[in-house]
């Protein structure tokens, strides 16, 4: 079960009724019909007064998500790209999961770029969507974050958080991930160790990167800069950072990476160099990707559980667009470590 703590906000004010009723120029009473789903309302003053609300970004408590006029029923899904497969399944559970609440999803990418982040977030913000679950948040720039947060857009970050913007958010303790499975490689007794993360902007890929740092230094183990590399998120990063990790003149006896796409371009690379995995180079990752854990590839990695997040990311979004609330919610969810070949052990083929 995931855990879940709430912290204190100073989420903006909340805009009542009272008040919409006033803007629009109509009574309280033809408000409340119109927040209700009830008759009474011509459609000229229905979609007036629903234009208003919405301009003002107020957001009705007490209603099902099924009765409240004022829901586009479209949330947005920022992701930085389709290509890893852990971004992929993340998609496809959150879209059941919102099919399911009668909610359809509109996916947007940003390759890592802030610009596209920001523009992706104006544009969800200028359709109106109902919410957005965001898994590309970088954590020094919260100008996405605060456009969603102006526009009174509610939204859960996914993996990753802002440093300067709090919010719903849903992912696994990265520290301890990283930790366990950098713990597994040094029970191995490897000493000559490199690391591989995904962007440093990334608060889950920095947080492994210092995890891991910190764990083999406790072990006596230092890792030095020129082993220690950040790449993009997919196979293609991973190649370039074993290109030159391996042709460096003393390469690592094993590669820690934090991402399975990026473990996989290792082994690539170095099965490309006629390097046997593990008994050149070990290779362990991070996710845990289905195709990572099967019988032909056979990595060791930490699991992630890709459908209790996604669904948990979408039942915070629909509890704040249905019950605006003046505090957030962190839901932490378990991880496990995988044990498969790539590590130099006999894989736990019964966990797969």
């Known amino acids: 079960m995931p855990s879940t703590t709430n912290a204190p906000t100073d989420r903006p004010t909340r805009v009542s009724a009272a008040a919409v009723a006033r803007a629009s120029g109509v009574s309280a009473a033809t408000v409340s019909y119109i927040m209700n789903g009830r008759p009474g309302a011509s459609t000229e003053t229905r979609r007036h007064v629903v234009k208003i609300a919405n301009e003002m970004g107020f957001r009705p408590s007490g209603n099902s998500a099924g009765r409240d006029p004022l829901l586009t029923r479209v949330v947005g899904l920022i992701l930085p790209n389709i290509v890893n497969q852990m971004y992929t399944g993340w998609a496809q559970h959150i879209i059941n999961a919102t099919a399911a609440e009668g909610f359809e999803v509109f996916v947007a990418t940003t390759q890592d770029d802030p610009e596209s982040l920001a523009q992706v977030a104006g544009t969800l913000a200028a359709r109106n969507v109902d919410g957005v679950i965001i898994a590309a948040a970088l954590r020094e720039d919260s100008r996405a974050l605060r456009t969603l947060r102006q526009k009174r857009i509610p939204y859960v970050c996914l993996s990753r958080r802002s440093d300067h913007l709090p919010g719903d958010f849903v992912g696994i303790d990265d520290d301890a991930a990283a930790?366990?499975?950098?713990?597994?490689?040094?029970?191995?007794?490897?000493?000559?160790?490199?690391?591989?993360?995904?962007?440093?902007?990334?608060?889950?890929?920095?947080?492994?990167?210092?995890?891991?740092?910190?764990?083999?230094?406790a072990a006596g183990v230092v890792i030095t800069g020129d082993r220690k590399i950040s790449?993009?998120?997919?196979?293609?990063?991973?190649?370039?950072?074993?290109?030159?990790?391996?042709?460096?003149?003393?390469?690592?006896?094993?590669?820690?990476?934090?991402?399975?796409?990026?473990?996989?371009?290792?082994?690539?690379?170095?099965?490309?160099?006629?390097?046997?995995?593990?008994?050149?180079?070990?290779?362990?990752?991070?996710?845990?990707?289905?195709?990572?854990?099967?019988?032909?590839?056979?990595?060791?990695?930490?699991?992630?559980?890709?459908?209790?997040?996604?669904?948990?990311?979408?039942e915070l979004l629909l509890d704040q667009i249905t019950r605006p609330r003046g505090t957030y919610k962190h839901s932490v969810c378990a991880h496990r470590l995988h044990i498969g070949r790539t590590c130099g052990c006999t894989p736990d083929t019964s966990a797969l």
């Open 179 to 217: 930790t366990d499975i950098m713990g597994h490689i040094l029970g191995h007794g490897y000493t000559e160790i490199a690391t591989v993360i995904g962007p440093r902007f990334s608060t889950a890929s920095l947080a492994r990167e210092q995890a891991f740092v910190r764990t083999a230094s």
């Open 231 to 314: 790449t993009r998120l997919n196979s293609d990063g991973g190649r370039v950072a074993a290109e030159k990790l391996l042709g460096s003149p003393n390469p690592p006896r094993a590669i820690v990476c934090g991402s399975d796409e990026i473990a996989i371009g290792v082994m690539e690379h170095a099965l490309s160099l006629g390097l046997r995995i593990p008994q050149d180079v070990a290779v362990v990752g991070s996710d845990g990707l289905p195709r990572s854990r099967s019988l032909l590839i056979g990595l060791t990695t930490i699991v992630q559980p890709v459908r209790e997040m996604a669904e948990r990311s979408f």
